[in-house]
C-alpha cells in the first residue's frame, strides 16, 4: 500500500461521527496485539495550553536521557507530524504498514455497524508506532475531554490537568465542575496527577483523583498560597497540602522566547519558546510532571524525581519550540502567526501580543464556518486594516462574511482576499517597519502560510526515477525540479507545464481531488528546459490569485530566472567557500575524539598541526574542544572553554590565519564557548546541534559572523538511536528548513548560514552515502553546504575498519566536490585538498585553497 492510499483512507473515516467511550479503540490495541501494554504513557488534558504542556514535557524528557513518543493533533503540513518520535515525525511508510494491517478490520467494523473515528484509529496508529519504537515513555495529548477519550485506553504513568474553562459544552457538559469531572478521569490509581486548575475545578479534580487513588500535585501562580489552606467539604473544613509549585512569568527576553521562574519543588528561572504569561503556567504543569514521569519510569540510579536534573528541565524547556502557537516570522514589521480561533483564545492573543511594541496592527483573518468570528475579532487589540482568507478546506467560511465580521467588531478597513500565503504578503506589503501583522483564526490559516513561507523547490538529478527519461538535443538546459503542494496546485502546474513542452510526475494524495485534507501535501517533480520554464512561469503569473505567483516566483529563484524580485546575488563577504569547494581541517583539543584525540592538545602541537595544513592549502581550521563521537562524555562549559580558547589565542600567530586567508572556525554546541572563541579570534561557529539552543542562535546574531547549521538528533551521537526517513535528503532538507527559519527571525543573515546534513548523525551507512551522492539537492535552502564525512564508520560498509578510511574520505571528498560541495571538512588536509583540486579542474573551476606544494 502507497502512503497516499492509506492517508486518504484515514481521512475518510472522518465522515464518521464521535462516540463517547474506549472500547472501540481498545478492540483495535486488542487486534493489534496490545501494544499499550509495552509502553508506559503521560496523558495532558485541558481545555487550554495541552498541546504545549505536552510538547515541554516531551522535551524535558528527552534532555533527561530518555527516548521519547509524542502525539498531539491536529497537524500543521503533513499526518505524520501527529506522531514522533525524539522529535522525528513517523514515516509514511510506517503509516501505509499500520493501514495495510488495520484496514480489513477496520472495514469489517463499519459494515457491521461500527465504525471507528479519525481520532481513534489515528490515536492506536500512535500507540502501535511507540511500541514498534520501544519508546522509554510516550506522551499523548488528549483530545476534547478526558474519561472518554480514545488516548485513555491506555494507563498513564502520570497525567496533567492543564485548566478548564466551558469549552464543546454539547458534549463535555454545561458547567464548569462536569468538564473538569469528565477532565480529571484520566486519572489512574498510584499515577501521580498534575494540575494548574483553580476554584471550582481544582475541588472538582482533587475530588475525582482521590476517589481513583491518584495523588495530586498542583501548579499555582506565585503568591497564590492561600488557595492551599482551606476548603470547606460535606464534613467540614479539610486541610489541602500547599501548592508544590509556583510560576512567576518574568516576560518576553527575545522577539521568540521568555523567561519564568519556578519556586517550590523546582527551583529557578528558565527561558522558554513560547511567549505570553499563560506559557509561565503551562511551563510549571510540564516540569513537574517531567519529574513524576522520570520518577515513574526510573531515570537515575534511584528511580527518584530529584533524578530529574536542573539541565534536563532547563534544556528541555528551552527548545520545546511549538510552530504556529503564538510564532514570530518577522521583526520588521513583527509578523505573528497564531491559531486563535475563539473569543477567549484570542484574549489570551491579545494579552500576550501587548507585551510588544509597535504601530499599527493589520489583521490577516482565516476561519472555520462554525466560529463565533465577530466575538473573536473583537478580542483582538485595535487594528488598522484587514485582509480575510480562506484556508483550503470545506470548513473553511467566506471571506466575505468574515469581512461583514471584522466590521462589526470595529475594523474600519477591511479587504476580501482568498489565498492565504497572498493575503500575509498583502499585510506585509501595507505594514511600515515598525508595524505588526497578525495571522489569526485558525491552524488551517497558520499551515498554509507556513507552507508557503517553508516551500522548498529542490534541485533533482535528471533522470531522477520520477518523470520519464527526457528527450536529449544539442544545445538545451533541461533542469528537474522537486516540490510539494496542494494536490489541486500540482495538478495545475503539471498541466501547464504539459502545455508547453515539459512533464510532471505527481505522487500522494489529493492529486486531481481539488481541496487537500487538513494541509496535506502532495510531491510533484518538474522537468522542462529553460525556455519551457520561462513559458510556464509567464502562464502561473496569468493565473488570478490562488498563491500561483508565489510559487512562480520560488521556481524562478531555483533557476535563477526571477525577473520579479531580482535573482539573489548571496553576500558582499569574501569567504573561501563563495569561488568553489573549500577544505575545513580538524583540529581537535580533546584527548577522546574518534580519530585525533590527543594529538593536538599541548599549544605547540596545536600550531604546528596549523601550519601543516596551511601548507597543504587549508582554507578554514576548525578547532573542537568536546568529542561528539558516540558514547563521548560531555565536557563542562569551563572545561571546553581552557581547551578551546587559549588554542584560538595561539594559532592567530600562524601568519596566514593572521592576515585573514585561513579563517577559524570554533566547533561547540555550547553559546558561552562559541562566545569565548569568537572573544579570543575565531571566525566561525560551527554548531552540531543546528543552532537548537536559543542562546547560540542570539550570539551568532550578535557576532554576525558564518555559522554552520547542521543536522543532528543527538550529539555527542547515540548509536541506539535509529530514526526512520522516507527519503533522507528531502526529510534532512524539511528538517534543516525549520532551523533557518528559527535562525531568519533571530535576525541571523542568510548570506552567512552554512547548512551541513549530518553525515553519521543519526544517519545509516547506506543513509550517509545517499547525502553525499545527492549533496546538490541542498541547494534549495540557497545556502552553501558542508559535507563532513572524514573517516566516518559510513567507510565501514565498504569494508574499511577506522585505521583504514583516509583513501575512501579522498574519494568522497572527490565526490563531494564534484556533486557541489561548497566545503568539506576533513583530518587530512594534503591529500584532500588534491582531490578537491581535482573535482575542480574537471569542471573547469580554479582551485580556491592556498596552492599545493611542490612535489
Not at 503551562?282 to 514521569?293: D, E, K
Not at 596566514?656 to 569565548?676: N, Y
Not at 572527490?814 to 578537491?836: F, S, Y
Request: net charge negative; aromatic share 4%; charged share 25%.
Amino acid at each position: 500500500m502507497h502512503y497516499h492510499e492509506a492517508a486518504a483512507f484515514l481521512f475518510d473515516l472522518r465522515r464518521f461521527s464521535v462516540k463517547p467511550g474506549t472500547e472501540r479503540v481498545a478492540a483495535l490495541l486488542d487486534r493489534l496485539g496490545n501494544p499499550e501494554d509495552d509502553v508506559p504513557f503521560v496523558q495532558v488534558a485541558g481545555s487550554n495550553g495541552k498541546g504545549s504542556t505536552a510538547r515541554m514535557t516531551e522535551s524535558i524528557l528527552r534532555e533527561a536521557g530518555l527516548s521519547v513518543g509524542l502525539y498531539t493533533s491536529p497537524h500543521l503540513s503533513a499526518l505524520a507530524e501527529r506522531v514522533r518520535v525524539d522529535g522525528r515525525q513517523m514515516t509514511e511508510t510506517a503509516i501505509a504498514d499500520f493501514v495495510e494491517e488495520a484496514k480489513p478490520w477496520l472495514v469489517e467494523r463499519a459494515a457491521a455497524g461500527e465504525p471507528l473515528t479519525f481520532f481513534e484509529v489515528v490515536t492506536a496508529m500512535a500507540i502501535r508506532d511507540f511500541a514498534r519504537r520501544e519508546v522509554d515513555v510516550a506522551v499523548l495529548e488528549v483530545g476534547l475531554g478526558g474519561e472518554y477519550d480514545a488516548t485513555s485506553a491506555v494507563d498513564p504513568v502520570a497525567a496533567a490537568v492543564t485548566n478548564v474553562s466551558l469549552e464543546h459544552t454539547a458534549v463535555l457538559g454545561d458547567t464548569i465542575a462536569e468538564i473538569a469531572r469528565t477532565k480529571a478521569r484520566i486519572a489512574t490509581a498510584g499515577a501521580p496527577l498534575v494540575t494548574a486548575c483553580e476554584g471550582e475545578a481544582l475541588d472538582v479534580v482533587r475530588e475525582v483523583a482521590a476517589d481513583a487513588g491518584a495523588p495530586v500535585a498542583t501548579v499555582a501562580r506565585a503568591g497564590a498560597g492561600d488557595r492551599g489552606r482551606e476548603r470547606e467539604g460535606d464534613a467540614g473544613p479539610t486541610s489541602v497540602d500547599e501548592p508544590t509549585l509556583f510560576v512567576a512569568y518574568g516576560g518576553r527576553v527575545s522577539p521568540t522566547d521568555a523567561e519564568v521562574s519556578l519556586s517550590g519543588e523546582i527551583e529557578g528561572t528558565y527561558r522558554i519558546p513560547l511567549v505570553g504569561d499563560h506559557q509561565a503556567t503551562n511551563a510549571g504543569v510540564a516540569a513537574a510532571l517531567a519529574r513524576r514521569t522520570a520518577a515513574a519510569v526510573g531515570v537515575g540510579s534511584d528511580g527518584d524525581a530529584e533524578s530529574l536534573s536542573t539541565a534536563a528541565v532547563r534544556d528541555g524547556l528551552a527548545r520545546a519550540t511549538w510552530p504556529g502557537r503564538f510564532e514570530v516570522i518577522d521583526t520588521a514589521p513583527l509578523t505573528v502567526l497564531d491559531g486563535a480561533h475563539n473569543p477567549a483564545a484570542c484574549e489570551t492573543l491579545a494579552g500576550t501580543l501587548a507585551e510588544y511594541e509597535y504601530d499599527d496592527l493589520h489583521l490577516v483573518y482565516g476561519a472555520m464556518h462554525d466560529k463565533d468570528h465577530a466575538a473573536a475579532a473583537a478580542a483582538l487589540p485595535e487594528a488598522a486594516s484587514a485582509i480575510t482568507c480562506r484556508p483550503p478546506l470545506d470548513r473553511a467560511e467566506d471571506p466575505e462574511v468574515l469581512a461583514a465580521a471584522l466590521r462589526t467588531a470595529g475594523v474600519d478597513s477591511v479587504t476580501v482576499g482568498d489565498d492565504v500565503a497572498a493575503a500575509l504578503d498583502a499585510a506585509v506589503d501595507r505594514a511600515a517597519p515598525d508595524d505588526c501583522v497578525l495571522l489569526v483564526g485558525s491552524l488551517f490559516a497558520v499551515a498554509e502560510a507556513r507552507a508557503a513561507r517553508l516551500r522548498t523547490v529542490t534541485p533533482k538529478s535528471t533522470g531522477c526515477g520520477n518523470l520519464p527519461e527526457p528527450v536529449r538535443r544539442d544545445g538545451l538546459d533541461h533542469r528537474d525540479l522537486g516540490l510539494r503542494l496542494r494536490g489541486d496546485r500540482a495538478e495545475r502546474i503539471a498541466a501547464e507545464l504539459r502545455a508547453v513542452g515539459g512533464d510532471a510526475a505527481i505522487g500522494g494524495l489529493g492529486a486531481g481531488e481539488g481541496r487537500v485534507p487538513d494541509g496535506e501535501r502532495v510531491p510533484i517533480t518538474l522537468g522542462g528546459t529553460v525556455a519551457e520554464y520561462r513559458e510556464l512561469l509567464d502562464r502561473l503569473r496569468a493565473i488570478d490569485g490562488d498563491g500561483f505567483v508565489g510559487i512562480a516566483d520560488d521556481v524562478a529563484r531555483r533557476l535563477g530566472l526571477d525577473e520579479t524580485r531580482g535573482a539573489s546575488e548571496g553576500s558582499d563577504d569574501d569567504y573561501p567557500w563563495t569561488g568553489g569547494t573549500a577544505v575545513m581541517g580538524v583540529l581537535n583539543v580533546t584527548p577522546d575524539s574518534f580519530h585525533d584525540g590527543g594529538r593536538h592538545a599541548a599549544l605547540e602541537d596545536a600550531v604546528a598541526g596549523v601550519e601543516r595544513m596551511v601548507d597543504a592549502g587549508v582554507d578554514i581550521v576548525d578547532v573542537g574542544g568536546e568529542s561528539t563521537r558516540p558514547g563521548a562524555e560531555t565536557v563542562p562549559v569551563d572545561e571546553e572553554i581552557g581547551r578551546v580558547v587559549p588554542t584560538v589565542e595561539a594559532i592567530r600567530s600562524v601568519p596566514a590565519v593572521a592576515d585573514g586567508d585561513v579563517l577559524i572556525s570554533i566547533d561547540t554546541r555550547k553559546a558561552a564557548v562559541a562566545e569565548a572563541a569568537l572573544d579570543a579570534g575565531a571566525d566561525v561557529i560551527n554548531d552540531v546541534t543546528g543552532l537548537e539552543a536559543p542562546e547560540m542562535r542570539e550570539v551568532v546574531a550578535d557576532a554576525d559572523c558564518p555559522v554552520v547549521v547542521m543536522h543532528s538528533l543527538d550529539a555527542p551521537v547515540d548509536p541506539t538511536n535509529e530514526p526512520e526517513y522516507d527519503d533522507v535528503v528531502d526529510d534532512v532538507i524539511r528538517d534543516l528548513r525549520e532551523r533557518l527559519a528559527l535562525a531568519d527571525t533571530a535576525g541571523i543573515d542568510r548570506d552567512k548560514v552554512i547548512v551541513d546534513p549530518g553525515l553519521g548523525f543519526g544517519k545509516s551507512a547506506a543513509e550517509g552515502f545517499e547525502l553525499l551522492d545527492r549533496a546538490g539537492e541542498f541547494a534549495a535552502l540557497d545556502c552553501p553546504v558542508l559535507i563532513g564525512h572524514s573517516h566516518k564508520s559510513m567507510f565501514g560498509a565498504v569494508g574499511r575498519g577506522p585505521d583504514d578510511r583516509e583513501h575512501a574520505t579522498v574519494a568522497a571528498t572527490a565526490l563531494a566536490a564534484d556533486r557541489g560541495a561548497d566545503i568539506v571538512r576533513v583530518h587530512d588536509v594534503p591529500e584532500n585538498r588534491a582531490a578537491v583540486d581535482v573535482a575542480a579542474a574537471v569542471g573547469g573551476e580554479t582551485a580556491t585553497g592556498a596552492g599545493t606544494p611542490d612535489e
